[in-house]
């Protein structure tokens, strides 16, 4: 999924306002089907000069979170976003301690260059990493492989469901378990 908001803004470059914000954001849930495998819905900001904060709270924070409660193979990433818009996002969601993807979009939909933009607390930042370098995992196979850290399977499900709610993770049943693993590869 690939919404171009220049095109859903009726090509506006300066995005501003709580009001269009939530416009748009209607506009995002009204085309936005549920998937039946996880799938990235990519916000692109190609063209999109400004966008205010208020304007990213209830567009892109607000769609992530309807989709992350209401769509729940839906994973909103932000694309192509230009530095002034990147840094009002990333200023944004660090002072929420929250975090996104984000990435680079070719012309044919491949994602490049992706990282995340935010904060997340040490906990889950280590978490974060983990799974980034171990790939799909669960929490009992956390709990093992760093045994030493003395962090129990629970704990361990609570930080990956916390990343999967931010929709950093994807999150899979594995028949009584379920097994995380990363939406996008980190650049």
């Avoid at 063209?47 to 607000?62: C, K, P, Y």
């Avoid at 009002?88 to 044919?108: G, I, M, P």
């Avoid at 929490?139 to 003395?150: D, I, V, Y």
């Amino acid at each position: 999924m690939r919404y171009r908001l220049i095109d859903l803004t009726g090509g506006q470059a300066v995005l501003s306002g709580a009001i269009p914000g939530r416009k748009l954001l209607s506009t995002l849930i009204a085309g936005t089907r549920s998937s039946e495998t996880p799938t990235p819905a990519f916000l692109d900001f190609d063209q999109v000069e400004v966008a205010t904060a208020s304007f990213l709270r209830e567009a892109v924070i607000g769609f992530r979170d309807y989709a992350r409660q209401s769509l729940p193979n839906v994973y909103p990433v932000v694309a192509n976003l230009l530095p002034a818009v990147a840094e009002e996002l990333e200023f944004f969601v660090r002072a929420r301690s929250d975090a996104l993807w984000s990435c680079e979009l070719d012309a044919h939909d491949r994602v490049l260059g992706a990282r995340l933009i935010g904060d997340l607390d040490p906990a889950q930042r280590s978490t974060f990493e983990a799974v980034i370098e171990l790939g799909a995992i669960t929490a009992p196979e956390l709990a093992a492989r760093f045994a030493s850290q003395g962090i129990g399977p629970t704990a361990w499900n609570n930080r990956l469901s916390a990343l999967a709610t931010k929709g950093l993770l994807v999150e899979r049943k594995q028949g009584k378990s379920k097994s995380f693993s990363p939406l996008l590869e980190t650049a």
